[in-house]
């Protein structure tokens, strides 16, 4: 790992972006503010976005004071993958479903990519 980046790291300096607001995406964003990361959430639903930013939830067990606990913290989703360009680090958390023949479908990763590539 690059030392300026690990330097980001354990100074909680490094801004983390993750990629996919779902059961995976939305909780591990929510930890990485929680811990004094600034976050930000990417998701291509307006809809989940635009909830998140108001401190809703559309996931049961996740509670509003927990999400408007984190954009206090530092916190934010969008749907401009152009912001990808102010992260230090990048987690993607999106589907990876089983296809009829047991394997991986990456269209989720692949679109994630090719959104991603030019920032």
């Keep these: 790992m690059n030392k300026n980046l690990l330097d980001l790291i354990q100074s909680k300096k490094a801004t983390i972006g993750i990629i996919g607001l779902g059961y995976v995406g939305l909780p591990l964003s929510l930890r990485f503010a929680d811990k004094g990361f600034k976050t930000i959430g990417f998701d291509i639903d307006s809809s989940k976005v635009n909830m998140i930013n108001n401190g809703e939830s559309y996931i049961n067990h996740i509670k509003k004071k927990k999400i408007l606990h984190s954009i206090n913290k530092g916190f934010e989703a969008t749907v401009n993958f152009e912001l990808i360009s102010e992260v230090d ?7 990876t479903p089983l296809t009829e023949k047991q394997q991986p479908d990456l269209s989720y990763i692949r679109s994630t990519l090719s959104s991603i590539k030019n920032h």
Excluded: A, D, E, L
């Design 89 to 95: 680090v990048i987690i993607i958390c999106v589907p």
